[in-house]
C-alpha cells in the first residue's frame, strides 16, 4: 500500500515526529504551558491555509475521493472545533490574537508547501497532506492518558472514532493512486516539518511572518 | 509610486537587507568563502523556483507587461549566466551539486512564497517578487568595487546597467498598477526573508528539504 511505503521510505523520521520531545512531555504532562498556546496559535493558522489547499487540491481530484474526504472532514468538523474553542477559551487566546500573531518560518514554509502541491496535482497534495492527518492520530493516542486536562482533552479528539474515520478515508485514496516515485518527496518534506513545527514551539520560534 | 511607498513601510528592514553583514563582508572581501559557496548554490535553486513563479504569474498579466519583462529577462540572461558560470566553476559546484542539495528552510519558505503570490494575482506577485531585484542592484553596486575578485565579478551584473535594465521594466510595471494595501504584505515579507537568506549563508544552516 502506498501509506505503507511511503511511511517506510520517512524510516525513523516518522518516529521523531510522532513521538517528539513535545509529545512525550504533553503525555508525561510536564510541557510547559506558553510552548503548548505558542503551538495552538500557530496550529490554528496552519488549519486554516491547509483546509484552502485542501479546497483547491480538491478541484483536481476525482470526484468520488473529493466528496467522500470534505464530508468526512465537515462531518466531524463540530467535534473538533469544540474541542480547540474549549482550548483557546482556556488559554485566553482570542481570534484577533491568532489574526495578528504572525507565522513562524516552519509554519510559513509549511503551509505554502501544502499549496505549492496543492495546485501541482491532487496525488502529490494526498502525500504531502497524510503525515499530518495521520501522525496526529497516533499522536493522540499516545497523549490522551495524559495527566494534564489540556493535554489529554486535545489528545482525546486526535485518537477519537470521529478523527480515525477522517484518517482513513484520506488513506483510502492516497493508497487508490497508482504509487509513484514522485509521492516520496512531498511526504517526506511534511515529516520533516511537521518535526521541526514541534520543535518551533518548543523554542518559541519568532513569529515575524504576517499574511494569510 | 508604489516601489516608494512599499519601500518606505519596510522601514529599516530594507537597510537591513541590503546592508546585511553578509554583503558588508562581501564588499570588503572578508566573507568566508565556505558561505559564499553555501549562498551560491541556494541562489541557484531559488533561480529557478523565481522564474518559474514568474512565467505563472504572467498568464495572470496584461500582455504589454508580462512580455516586456520577460522580454528583458531573457534579453539579459546571458550575461548573467556568464557570471554565473565563471562563479560555479571557480568554486568547483556541479548542476549534480545544486540537484542534490535540499534547501535551507527560509529558502524553501521564500520560494513556496513567491509562487503562492504567482497563482494569486500578479500584482501581489509583482510586490513579492520587487525585493529581490530591485535590492541585488542595491547590493550590486555597494559590493562592486570589493578587493576579493569572486565578490567583485558576482556584484559587477548586479551593478550592470544590463541588470538596471531589468529592474526598471519590473518597477514599471509595479507602479503601474493601482496602489493597494494587500501589495505591502507580500513586499515585506519578501525583504524579511531576502534577510534571513543572507543569515542563513553566514550560519551554513542545514538544507534539510529536498525536491523542487
Not at 490554528?44 to 483546509?51: G, T, W
Not at 482570542?94 to 500573531?101: G, L, V
Not at 491532487?122 to 497532506?129: K, M, N, T, V
Amino acid at each position: 500500500m502506498n501509506s505503507d511505503i511511503l511511511r517506510e521510505k520517512a524510516g525513523k523520521l516518522w518516529e521523531n515526529y510522532v513521538k517528539h520531545e513535545f509529545v512525550i512531555k504533553m503525555k508525561e504532562g510536564g510541557l510547559d504551558l506558553e510552548s503548548f498556546r505558542y503551538y495552538l496559535i500557530q496550529d490554528s493558522k496552519y488549519v486554516e491555509m491547509m483546509l484552502k489547499s485542501l479546497l483547491r487540491a480538491s478541484s483536481l481530484a476525482p470526484l468520488s475521493y473529493s466528496t467522500k474526504i470534505l464530508k468526512s472532514i465537515f462531518d466531524t468538523r463540530d467535534k473538533g472545533m469544540e474541542v480547540h474553542s474549549w482550548l483557546l477559551s482556556r488559554l485566553g487566546i482570542s481570534h484577533e490574537e491568532i489574526q495578528n500573531t504572525g507565522y513562524s518560518l516552519v509554519n510559513y514554509a509549511y503551509t505554502r508547501h501544502l499549496y505549492y502541491y496543492s495546485t501541482k496535482s491532487w496525488e502529490e497534495f494526498l502525500a504531502a497532506w497524510a503525515p499530518c492527518m495521520w501522525g496526529y492520530y497516533e499522536v493522540g493516542k499516545f497523549v490522551k492518558d495524559s495527566p494534564n486536562e489540556l493535554y489529554s482533552k486535545w489528545a482525546e479528539f486526535y485518537a477519537s472514532d470521529v478523527y480515525k474515520s477522517r484518517v482513513d478515508v484520506i488513506l483510502e485514496a492516497l493508497n487508490s493512486i497508482k504509487y509513484s516515485e514522485s509521492l516520496v518527496t512531498p511526504f517526506i518534506n511534511s515529516v520533516k516539518f511537521e518535526i521541526m513545527f514541534w520543535e518551533s514551539a518548543l523554542k518559541k520560534e519568532p513569529t515575524l511572518i504576517i499574511g494569510d
